[in-house]
């Protein structure tokens, strides 16, 4: 099934900085999302982005999506010591008749105090 | 408040030794998940259910079984627990499939000794 590819893997910054994200899918899909997880717990929805949509903004957060190129990124701004976590995309993959999301490795975020 | 709540939090078992993880929701959504997710890998689809419809993925191996008996609860058994069976088990729910957000519960370790 198909599955989001986050890039980098790991990035480590500090804080104040501005943190980007990639993800990369190969197929097409209805919508993309994006989710948190901090170290050892569940995954919390940041945004969800629609094929039709080329960007979407939530709070700090910016995502774009280019279907063109079948890519997406989350632009974290001023980020925050709070904001160290892992960052999974998830696009469509088509089980039982229904669109479930399948999520990437996802990228591991350090920001320094 | 509403939300997904798995128990154990924590849980070891024996090789070999049968183990259930529950998990509850207080949101009445018709969708719940079940996600394996290993250290640095991305959560992997186990299964789903759609109300009462039972999805399984196709590389879902069949030492893992789910039970759904009403909309607020899904267990997941591992009928035979072996070493490589040892991961973080994510429970999920969505009001739908499809456009909808996942939520998401915060995991049980599991420990297979």
């Known amino acids: 099934s198909q599955q989001g590819e986050e890039d980098p893997q790991a990035l480590s910054i500090q804080e104040g900085e501005n943190a980007t994200m990639n993800c990369s899918y190969k197929t097409s899909i209805n919508n993309l999302q994006w989710y948190r997880q901090n170290s050892g717990r569940g995954l919390v929805h940041l945004i969800l982005i629609r094929s039709n949509e080329r960007e979407k903004h939530s709070g700090r957060l910016r995502v774009t999506l280019d279907t063109s190129k079948k890519s997406s990124s989350l632009l974290i701004t001023a980020s925050r010591a709070a904001d160290t976590a892992s960052y999974f995309c998830a696009t469509d993959a088509l089980v039982g008749g229904s669109y479930i999301p399948t999520f990437g490795r996802g990228t591991s975020l350090i920001v320094h105090p | 408040d509403a939300m997904v709540i798995q128990n154990p939090r924590y849980q070891v078992t024996q090789f070999g030794k049968p183990v259930t993880l529950s998990c509850s929701q207080t949101?009445?959504?018709?969708?719940m998940y079940w996600y394996q997710q290993k250290s640095s890998q991305a959560p992997k689809l186990l299964f789903h259910y759609y109300d009462k419809d039972f999805n399984n993925e196709a590389d879902t191996p069949d030492n893992f079984q789910s039970r759904r008996p009403n909309t607020s609860f899904c267990f997941l058994d591992i009928r035979s627990p072996g070493l490589g069976d040892a991961a973080m088990y994510l429970c999920?729910?969505?009001?739908?499939?499809?456009?909808?957000?996942?939520?998401f519960g915060p995991g049980t370790r599991l420990t297979v000794t």
């Open positions: 999920a729910t969505s009001r739908t499939t499809g456009r909808n957000e996942q939520y």
């Open positions: 949101l009445n959504h018709n969708v």
